[in-house]
């Protein structure tokens, strides 16, 4: 509106100024003896039109003082009277209708239109946004440190790396039965356990993805009950042993939970969930059908009050993946030296760490024939992949919650344990590489021999103090054990020396810098079982913006 003040004043100037000159001059102009013997038919009309000069010029008195108005408050509206050389703009159907400022008494041809400031957008904006219900934003910004020294002895682990991670949460409350929101987050979209984003690539810009949309439906009927689908965040409790904390299912859940007014009993829950992971196009000449690759699963939830300080939280899972086969054919089109990306079907499938599961691979590598003579062109790609074992996950954990009698340093202690009742079932169905071919020929590999007593992991944890106000600290430490079949290696938790077949300790403390700052540190030391390499050493040091 700033622009606009030295075209409105030459307006007022060119308008009004001859209009105050003429009626002044009328009203201080002495007669004249020659006007003093004029007709009475003549005074009566130069009366009037004294009078039509008053009333014009109170008229444009008035208009004055609405256009300093105006001027003095520049997200109001503007009289179309003051805008004689330029057309309003139609307001866009979803705009808000603002507000008339025109007092009641003005001729209906004055008309407000939208002054179609900035301000004023968001100000409609922010009431169509409050029309939809309650809207929350969220996030956090990560910067991390983090140099790896130990591990194999050529040093090929050995490095320092900087780290970045964003994410931007939107949640809305739509009403009182349902909810939605998305977040967005920075990582590899190829890694589904990893939101972190590595510095570097010649300062390229860092991908950053869609990582939750889902809607929640809670019926105000019966609202113990309640409804997910999309992609979201766990439904059900569940350690790192299993799956990591960065990744984000993909379906449906179901959530019963009730409050129990007992003496130790106070809630029960039951989660069911239906998660597809992949679409695989059957290969038999009468049978091309697409299935859905899909985790099944559920899990029992209690809480108990043991003690007046002491609260025990029990849980028992199931996790039955059907299909995963699909995920170690992606796994390895990833780790292949010569990937070939398919036009349809699975693509590659990026591991934050070393997926160990005993896993079968065929690659096929093209020959060309020239005078009867093959030669291997070099070109491989990965044909097909199975693990040897399926996956079927029964999980149990205790989490005791312990009341010091000092509210900053509560003291939780965790445990968890998993078992794949399934580990080296597939063995008996693993199929033979294909016959060479005089455009082909075959090879397949094993990572690794399966051993069905290697089918057990384990996580205990212990964590002190809370972080919530400015200098609250934590400190924890984390045993974890998993065995070769024990778990899906690439789903778990990615900041593991490896997928399975690993022992690995982990130290951390945080401190609250400030309301919205924390300041972490992370040592992991790990290494596989039954080897003699040195324990690998990961360092985290992080700061952390939340907001």
Known sequence: ?????????????????????????????????DT?????????????????????LAAQQKQIRQLQRALAQPDQAVPATAQPTAEPAPAAASDAQVPSSTPAQNPPSVQLVEAGSSDQRIRNLERQIK?????????????????????????????????????????????????????????DINDPVSTNQTLGGFYTRKTIALDQAFVQFTPKQFNALTLTGGKFSYPWYNTELTWDKDLNPEGAAQSLAFKIDAPVLKRVALVGFELPFAEVAGTAVNGKRIAQQVTYGGQVQTTWQLLARLTLSAYSGFYDFRGADAIAVALARASSKNPQTPLTGLLPLNSSSPVQNSMV???????????????????????????????????????????TGNVRFPLTLLGDYVQNTEACSNVSSLLPAPANTTSQTF??????????HQRRGYWAEARMGRLREKGDLQFGYTRIYVEREAVLGNFNYSELRQGSNVTQHRVDTFYQFDRSVQLGFTALVGRPLASAEPWLT??????IYIF
């Open 1 to 33: 509106m700033k622009a606009e003040k030295g075209p409105m004043k030459s307006l007022i100037r060119w308008t009004v100024v001859p209009l105050l000159s003429a009626a002044l001059l009328a009203q201080t102009s002495t007669p004249t003896p």
């Open 538 to 543: 990961r360092l985290q040091f992080d700061v």
């Open 361 to 403: 691979t065929t690659a096929a590598t093209s020959v060309v024939t020239v005078n009867g003579t093959a030669y291997p062109t070099g070109v491989t790609s990965i044909t097909n992949a199975q693990f040897a074992s399926r996956f079927a996950l029964f999980d149990n954990i205790a989490r005791f919650d312990i009341d």
């Open 36 to 56: 003093a013997t004029a007709k009475r038919g003549e005074i009566a009309v130069t009366a009037a039109d004294l009078q039509a000069l008053k009333d014009a």
């Open 443 to 452: 090879k397949q590999t094993t990572n690794a021999a399966c051993n069905s």
């Open 131 to 187: 029309g939809l219900g309650p809207i929350s934003f969220s996030g956090d910004v990560r910067l991390r440190g983090e140099p790896f020294f130990g591990g194999p002895s050529e040093q090929s682990l050995d490095r320092m790396r900087g780290r970045l991670r964003a994410r931007f949460n939107a949640v809305a409350d739509l009403g009182t039965q349902f909810r939605t929101g998305f977040t967005l987050a920075t990582g």
